[in-house]
């Protein structure tokens, strides 16, 4: 029997490898009957990629932290009403790069802001439908960061990847706390080779959603 589809969501600093992560959870899903949406944050629909552009573009203005947190907040209230309610209520299984735990982690652990505002903006726009699960891909913000360099290679740094290491040392944190209370998260040892990786996301997939077809 296929499964109606679930909410699956990626998580990390910078990278931690979640693009490669989301086509291996995609290819697990449809293995299992049901159709794919592949989705990001910030962004997923026109409105939503409009205001990443705003969020992540380096400019000479520096943004707010809160302004910075109710754009994040602001995405994904349009993602979630425009894009992942309707793709769940047809029965796809959503894969979503960032979602709230990137909130959580990135405005506050990273830039210090209210943990109880944003989980009141939480349960506002998640519409009362967190993920069924989280694959929080861990690893050193060193290696995290190498990657992330020699991906870009000289294209322009956006306003995160001009950060400094002691705030992705923060953001690393805030993600493993989360994992620590929230039985939703599993963690994947990121610094792994990608088919190590590979065979522990299959795993977490297995053991959390059922092996079955
Ligand atoms: N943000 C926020 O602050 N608050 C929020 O609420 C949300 C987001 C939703 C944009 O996210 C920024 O928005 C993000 C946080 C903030 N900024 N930061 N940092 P993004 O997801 O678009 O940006 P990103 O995290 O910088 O993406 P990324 O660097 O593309 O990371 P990734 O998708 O996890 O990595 P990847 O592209 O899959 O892999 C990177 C490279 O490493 C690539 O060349 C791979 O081939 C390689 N790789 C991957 N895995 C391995 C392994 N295991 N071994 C060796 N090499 C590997």
Redesign the pocket.
Known sequence: MTHPGWFIT?E???????????AVVAQWAKARGTAVVQT????GTPVAEAI?QI??TAGEESLAPEA?LLL??A??AQHVRAKILPALATGATVIC????D??R???GA?RGLDAALIETLAANVEQGRAPDLTLL?DLPVEI?SA??A???GSAAQ?R??Q?RAAF?ER?RTGFLAIADREPRVVVID?????A??QVAIEAALNQRLGAGG
């Open positions: 990626l990390g600093i910078e990278g931690a490898g979640k693009t490669t992560a989301a990001r944050e910030p962004g990443r969020a992540l910075e994040m907040f995405a994904r790069d960032r979602f709230t990137s909130s982690a990135y405005q990273g891909l995290g990657r992330a020699a991906r870009r956006d995160f990847e950060e992705f953001v990121a610094a792994a080779p990608l190590a990786v």
